[in-house]
């Protein structure tokens, strides 16, 4: 290229043509990840967060189905209730809603 005004330009035409080409192609190859693991357990866990807060400890998963199974939970599959979150889950016992919580965060990030 010329070394005059515009093949500088077209230098840095070409220049920002690559770079959004780079980012593109980044953007592409991130698209199958899985989204990172929040650092706040109650965003995901939403209402049942409180709820699981203020249960009377120690409680079984049972129990835990039985009173809150409705709830509805993000996943890394959408929306689920927790009972169906729990399924996998023989009947535990829990000490605390951090274990609970810990339990969840195993089960929804597989």
Do not use: F
Not at 16 to 31: V, W
């Amino acid at each position: 290229m010329a070394d005059d005004k515009q093949g500088r330009d077209d230098q840095a035409d070409d220049a920002e043509r690559r770079q959004r080409e780079r980012e593109l192609e980044e953007a592409r190859n991130r698209g199958d990840e899985a989204e990172p693991i929040r650092d706040d357990p109650g965003e995901e866990l939403g209402d049942l967060d409180e709820a699981l807060q203020n249960h009377e400890y120690p409680t079984t998963t049972e129990a835990l189905i039985e009173a809150y199974g409705d709830y509805e939970i993000e996943t890394q599959d959408g929306q689920k209730p927790l009972a169906e979150v729990l399924a996998p889950t023989d009947d535990q016992t829990y000490d605390s809603a951090d274990d609970v919580r810990s339990r969840i965060q195993g089960l929804i990030h597989r």
